[in-house]
């Protein structure tokens, strides 16, 4: 008969080396599904010639990959893509650091207005795109009306090339601006009041204070953000889509559209599938810099 000691030793070692991996084995299957096993067929299909209208899909090696880099529509989205990332994440991160100091401080309203610049964020990006074709509708749109009350002329927002990939960023820069703000502020919130009244009695100011203080102390928090926000920028595809659809003349087509495009519209999986790990390849390429040049600046102590 097995006593209540070995019973106790058996029950102690299921929870400590098996109970672990069965309460992570279901998260595991997921990822597995959702993501490994489609990155790895998707790199397979990269090399085939591979259609939904022949039965057959022929090995053809790296020339899927050949005709990405050859085609200059691909090489019209991959710059848009890097006007998209440039024109959104540095100016949404310092509305998003700004926002976060200001509403930091003992101001009247402060969690009327932590809400005001989080709303965006749980709003759809689908239902608010569709209200800014509206507001930058150019005969009803909000926008051109302000615009003419002014004494100014309207402007066609979407439909002229030359300010389209302009719009599509203001909106950008507006609906992920509170997430990011709502990251700066918990790290604000965590840095030791003691450092600033420390300071302040060394006779430091405003400036200083924020300067050799409050930004030392962000860097976790802004290396965090800078990193997603420029992935995130590089995969941007729903809110192009619905406001512009990557017109006009292509003037907002951006890498993932392209690459829908060629899968869902032209029914080319392999050559989509090759731009995708092309894109994969640039965020990992972009990331990799971005940690080797300010992730050694970065201590979580």
Known sequence: ???????????????????????????????????????????????????????????????????????????????????????????QMALALSAAVLLNTQIRGRTFFRLLYYLPVVTPLSIAAVIWTWIYNPNLGLLNWFLRSLGFGGRDWLGD?????????????????????????????GIPDTYYEAAMIDGAGRFELFRFITMPLLKPATLYVLITSVIGSFQVFGLVNVLTGGGPLDATNVLVMWIHRRAFGDYQFGEAAAASFVLFALVLAVTAIQWRILGREVSYE
């Open 1 to 91: 008969m097995v006593s209540i000691e070995t019973r106790r030793y058996r029950a102690y070692r299921f929870q400590r080396n098996v109970a672990p991996y069965i309460f992570i084995l279901p998260g595991t299957v997921f990822y597995l599904m959702v993501t490994i096993i489609p990155m790895i067929v998707g790199f397979w299909m990269s090399f085939h010639n591979w259609t939904i209208i022949r039965p057959a899909k022929p090995w053809i090696g790296i020339a899927n990959y050949q005709k990405v880099l050859a085609n200059p529509v691909f090489w019209t989205a991959m710059r848009n893509t890097l006007v998209y990332t440039v024109g959104v994440v540095p100016f």
């Open 161 to 189: 090339p030359k300010i389209a990939m302009f719009s599509v960023i203001i909106v950008a820069i507006w609906s992920g601006l509170g997430y990011r703000m709502v990251i700066f502020l918990a790290a604000l919130q």
